[in-house]
């Protein structure tokens, strides 16, 4: 067995490959060898290291050093000065965003110091595509003790006392899927894998495929043992290339170790896996719709009862649960359900995984006990909001989900708190919003979204969510009127109480929540056609403050249609004939001199008139009763 002084764990998910992992794996082989190291230091391809806007990263062991965005120009700098000289490369180390202080240790980073990993015990630590790093990590030995020393009771009423529920989305629990589905008599049953992942933001179960594709089969297996399945299914995406190839690896290879197949390690067990590859229907992560799919029909979901337990692929008993479900099963097996559930809440246990991005310095995948408190995970973890800009709202559960303000940010995460919000914990996006989000516009974001995924079967939600979607684009732009807010909020019951599945169920979620806490904004947007983040653009004007303008011009650099005018030490102005609303000068302006005022300024701000002047009539007309 060769030995080295030092391994470097090099990420290589498709986020750290995007970036260039691949090049800088390479361009570190070739300096290694030309330094007469390549016997010295060993160098890992990992999965997802999670910390995925820091890309590429790489962890040196056993000093535990941290670099990001590390390119192929530093690699001789990493050799000469960390693997000859002994100096670690301060330049390439992560940066604390607020106090700017320099951590070199990745276990000290918050980031990474505050999860708890169980579903991604392995991110980062080996290399996924060598069945014999998984099993140095006790991979397959759940899978090996439920075989030869539980029996299929044993194996159910372990998961059910862990009190683990489906991390798909619904929540349901999961010992109680699997005991449904063992009591019912059958020749030939199915276990079933989701991997679809269709949220907008979400790319836990993708990192999880990539970085451990042997804990999702041997989560299969046990859960085969125990509802008495012969075959099972991953249902994956086709725009996961990597996390397909690394799975159809892991299958090879788990059949040629004898865990797969037939006589799984002389038991007399028959089991075999086999991957489906979707084409990205966002309606196929419901588990009826995932299974016609499977039988080869379009993907639409069906009436239930009868429950995929009893009836399901193909009409055989059937069991779905996502990647990360599958991924906490053999930790349970190994510790026992007691161990799982020491950590999160009495009715949310274990930890869950979210995928935290959007306005955020720290974006990435990271793993939590369950009741956490939001502002945590933003803050400490997350490392809070970039440029100084606040906090407005964090989407929590996809487009399914629900968007939740700053004054609930001590909401602990868990199933049963987070609902009580109006949003849900999903499968585990989290998109962080600042103050320059418009929350009419999000929601009709994510309207957009469920109303072109819908499957068109039933009225309520193929219907429903194409007129609400009109209704919002009409308050975009500037024709909302009276009474839209309350016909949004009916429909959004309406739809939820009348649709046959949980896309329909769960799309007006959006809506409602920026209603409720954002109602003010719809409120602007209709009855004062201002949308006072400028991001409607039909509802905005971008005028300057003469007065704070420090003409530094840096508003003029970014206009692309060379609206603004002005010279150095003399106040800017926009001529509002070209100026296209893009935001860019809002954004760039260090000073609160660029302003959004409502649509009506435009036309009054075209006769080029003195910003100050203009909003002094304006103010009084306002306080004469007069109409703007």
Not at 242 to 253: E, F, G, M, N, S
Not at 581 to 606: H, M, N, T, W
Request: hydrophobic fraction near 35%.
């Amino acid at each position: 067995m060769e030995r080295y002084r030092a391994s470097v764990m090099l990420c290589g998910g498709t986020g750290c490959i995007a970036g260039g992992s691949l090049k800088v794996k390479n361009a570190l082989d070739e300096e290694l060898k030309n330094r007469g190291l390549q016997n010295e230091i060993n160098v890992v391809l990992t999965g997802c290291n999670g910390f995925c806007a820091q890309g590429p990263v790489m962890t040196v062991y056993p000093e535990d050093i941290f670099y990001e965005k590390v390119t192929v120009k530093d690699i001789p700098l990493i050799v000469e000065e960390h693997f000859i000289k002994g100096r670690p490369v301060e330049r390439l180390m992560y940066k604390e965003p607020t106090k700017k202080q320099t951590i070199p240790l990745m276990r000290d980073i918050p980031f990474f110091s505050l999860q708890v990993l169980r579903a991604l015990r392995n991110k980062g630590l080996i290399d996924p595509e060598k069945i014999e790093e998984y099993i140095a990590r006790d991979g397959y030995h759940a899978a090996a003790k439920v075989l030869t020393e539980m029996t299929p009771e044993q194996v159910i009423e372990e998961i059910k006392k862990s009190g683990l529920r489906g991390r798909g989305g619904a929540g349901f629990p999961t010992g109680l899927k699997w005991e449904f589905c063992s009591k019912v008599k059958g020749d030939q049953k199915y276990i079933l894998c989701n991997g679809d992942e269709g949220d907008p933001g979400a790319f836990m179960d993708r990192s999880i495929m990539e970085a451990d594709p042997h804990v999702v089969l041997e989560g299969m297996i046990i859960g085969a043992r125990a509802i008495g399945a012969n075959k099972g299914y991953i249902y994956v995406r086709a725009e996961y290339p990597l996390a397909v190839h690394r799975l159809q690896l892991a299958i090879k290879q788990a059949k040629e170790y004898g865990l797969l197949g037939e006589n799984i390690l002389g038991t007399g067990f028959n089991f075999d896996i086999e991957i489906y590859q979707g084409a990205g229907a966002f309606v196929c992560g419901e588990e009826t719709a995932l299974m016609r799919s499977i039988e080869g029909k379009r993907g639409m979901p069906r009436p239930r009862p009868p429950f995929p337990a009893q009836k399901g692929l193909w009409d055989k008993p059937s069991v779905l649960n996502n990647v990360e479900t599958y991924a906490n099963i053999p930790q349970i097996i190994l510790n026992g359900g007691e161990w799982y559930r020491s950590l999160g809440t009495e009715k949310s246990t274990g930890t869950k995984v979210f995928a935290l991005s959007g306005a955020i310095n720290n974006i990435g995948l990271i793993e939590v006990p369950m009741g956490i408190p939001l502002r945590k995970i933003i803050y400490d973890i997350g490392g809070g909001i970039p440029k100084g800009r606040k906090f407005k709202a964090v989407q929590l559960g996809g487009p399914s989900g629900g968007c939740i303000p700053e004054h609930l940010l001590d909401t602990p995460v868990t199933y049963e708190d987070i609902v009580q919000t109006g949003a849900i914990v999903g499968s585990g996006g989290m998109v962080v919003m600042n103050d320059l989000n418009c929350m009419v516009s999000v929601a009709k974001f994510f309207l957009e979204f469920t109303a072109e995924e819908s499957c068109g079967k039933c009225p309520p939600c193929r219907i429903g969510t194409t007129v609400m979607l009109d209704m919002l684009t009409n308050i975009t732009e500037g024709r909302g009127k009276e009474g839209d807010i309350e016909l949004l909020g009916d429909m959004s019951r309406d739809i939820i109480a009348t649709s046959l599945c949980g896309l329909g169920q769960t799309a007006p979620n959006p809506v409602l929540t920026t209603i409720k806490y954002f109602r003010d904004e719809y409120e602007s947007h209709i009855n004062e056609k201002w949308c006072k983040t400028g991001v409607c653009k039909e509802l905005c004007t971008f005028y300057i403050d003469e007065e704070k303008c420090k003409a530094c011009g840096a508003c003029k650099r970014v206009c692309p249609q060379n609206a603004i005018s002005g010279e150095k030490k003399v106040p800017h102005r926009i001529d509002q004939s070209i100026c296209i609303q893009c935001r860019s000068c809002y954004e760039a302006c260090k000073f609160d001199s660029v302003k959004i005022g409502p649509r009506s300024y435009r036309e009054i701000l075209k006769e080029n008139m003195p910003a100050q002047e203009i909003l002094r009539e304006m103010h009084m007309a306002v306080l004469a009763g007069k109409e703007e």
